[in-house]
């Protein structure tokens, strides 16, 4: 999806305006000199359609084949990666096994953080979907921070237009304030090489 719905350089701007304006100040522990550091790798990158809420419970398998359903929070212009990051994070943190909130916000953690035994498969797979997107190994670690902090602002977000809660209510907000407390992620976290 990101392949065939992939925009010009410079095509999220309009994302990077509202990332800059309404999501990342959201956050008081990041410090408002990082929001240039951590939304400036992505000027130049392409705008993409993207679902915003690609996890395992909106994919259907049948066989070999598959659908993802729940397109209600997809948009464009959307940060390339942010389905990619997600998605991952919510596989590899359920191969152990299920777990409460407070366990996968920790399996998460874990996994991009290095410490997890699929964290090197995850850092793979996101260096492949950036090269197929055209997103610059420098800005792989920008697209997924700002992805998470989206994504933990996104349940306010949703409660402002009165929508239905959903599966993952409260989690992304963990997810992203365990981020933001976790040295070894953070607002200047990168995939490790």
């Not at 953080?113 to 997103?135: D, I, K, M, Q």
């Not at 697209?143 to 949703?158: C, D, E, F, I, P």
Request: hydrophobic residues 45%; contains cysteine; negative net charge.
């Amino acid at each position: 999806l990101g392949q065939e719905s992939c925009g010009e350089p410079g095509s999220l701007r309009p994302e990077l305006e509202r990332l800059a304006t309404e999501v990342v100040p959201a956050y008081a522990s990041v410090d408002g000199s990082l929001t240039g550091a951590l939304l400036g790798p992505l000027a130049e990158v392409p705008a993409v359609l993207a679902h915003r809420d690609l996890g395992s419970w909106n994919v259907a398998i049948d066989g070999d084949d598959f659908t993802v359903l729940d397109w209600e929070s997809a948009a464009r212009p959307s940060v390339p990666l942010w389905d990619t990051a997600y998605l991952l994070a919510d596989a590899a943190s359920a191969v152990d096994g299920p777990a409460a909130a407070e366990r996968k916000v920790e399996r998460i953690a874990e996994v991009f953080s290095g410490r997890h035994r699929l964290s090197g498969w995850t850092f793979e797979r996101l260096r492949r979907a950036a090269a197929a997107l055209g997103v610059p190994e420098d800005a792989i670690g920008p697209a997924v921070v700002t992805g998470w902090l989206h994504h933990g602002r996104s349940t306010a977000a949703r409660a402002a237009r009165a929508e239905h809660r959903t599966v993952t209510e409260g989690l992304m907000e963990r997810v992203a304030a365990r981020w933001l407390e976790d040295p070894a992620l953070g607002p200047g976290w990168a995939p490790p090489t």
